[in-house]
């Protein structure tokens, strides 16, 4: 089975700055997909940026970025000149590739509750 | 924001009542999920559908029972609620079985059993 390991429960970044929040993750796949979702307080959450396995570049989405090690199982977002608005709990979360009963649901790690300081 | 929607957003209810927590979505989505979440804590999949009559457990074990009549619409009913069941719990679909793309998700009902 897979896990997902975020082991900063609360990180604070301010407002302007950058932060890096750091996700693991353990899997016999080869191919799969890895996800950072955003969670605001109590509002739905939202995915902030998605990578796939077999795509050696790191994907970015304006302020995000992410640097997938595949290799060593491991998948950071940065997050750029932060925001108010990137106050929020960040989930990474991985999803197999293959087929097969329950292999599309998301396994997700703790959670990183993320503070922007003004 | 995606059109999945949760009713009710907060419910307080006694022991051993019947409740149903409604999720809807209008994308057309075949797949949908149900997700347990305690506070401050990661997302747990509890029941699971493919498109309609099909729903399978996922992989936290729950009392609670799902249905999937209708491509829309996937209640999650627990027929004895008890103080064990608070929690916070997300629906969510997605559009396609293979491929890159991503869950949406709805904004939680946040259970209290008293």
């Known amino acids: 089975a897979q896990t997902v390991t975020q082991s900063q429960p609360e990180m604070s970044v301010q407002e302007a700055e950058t932060v890096t929040l750091s996700c693991t993750y353990d899997?016999?796949?080869?191919?799969?997909?890895l996800f950072w979702y955003k969670q605001p307080p109590s509002r739905q959450m939202i995915l902030v940026i998605r990578?796939?396995?077999?795509?050696?570049q790191n994907a970015t989405e304006n302020r995000f970025s992410v640097n997938f090690q595949k290799a060593a199982k491991s998948f950071s977002l940065k997050i750029s000149d932060s925001q108010l608005g990137d106050a929020a709990m960040y989930f990474c979360?991985?999803?197999?590739?293959?087929?097969?009963?329950?292999?599309?649901?998301?396994?997700f790690g703790k959670g990183t509750k993320l503070s922007v300081i003004p | 924001e995606a059109d999945i929607y949760q009713t009710p957003r907060y419910l307080v209810i006694g022991t051993g009542k019947k409740i149903t927590l409604e999720c809807s979505q209008t994308?057309?989505?075949?797949?949908m999920y149900w997700y347990q979440q305690d506070p401050g804590m990661e997302l747990h999949l509890i029941h699971y559908?493919?498109?309609?009559?099909?729903?399978e457990k996922g992989d936290l074990s729950s009392e609670s029972t799902v249905s999937r009549i209708r491509t829309e619409h996937f209640p999650l009913t627990l027929e004895s609620a008890r103080p064990s069941h608070t929690s916070q719990y997300l629906c969510?679909?997605?559009?396609?079985?293979?491929?890159?793309?991503?869950?949406?998700f709805g904004q939680g009902t946040r259970l209290t059993v008293v």
């Open positions: 979360a991985y999803r197999s590739r293959l087929g097969g009963a329950g292999s599309y649901q998301l396994t």
């Open positions: 899997t016999s796949e080869s191919d799969y997909y």
């Open positions: 990578q796939e396995a077999y795509k050696q």
């Open positions: 994308m057309g989505h075949d797949k």
């Open positions: 559908s493919y498109g309609v009559n099909s729903t």
């Open positions: 969510a679909s997605q559009p396609d079985l293979q491929g890159n793309t991503e869950a949406f």
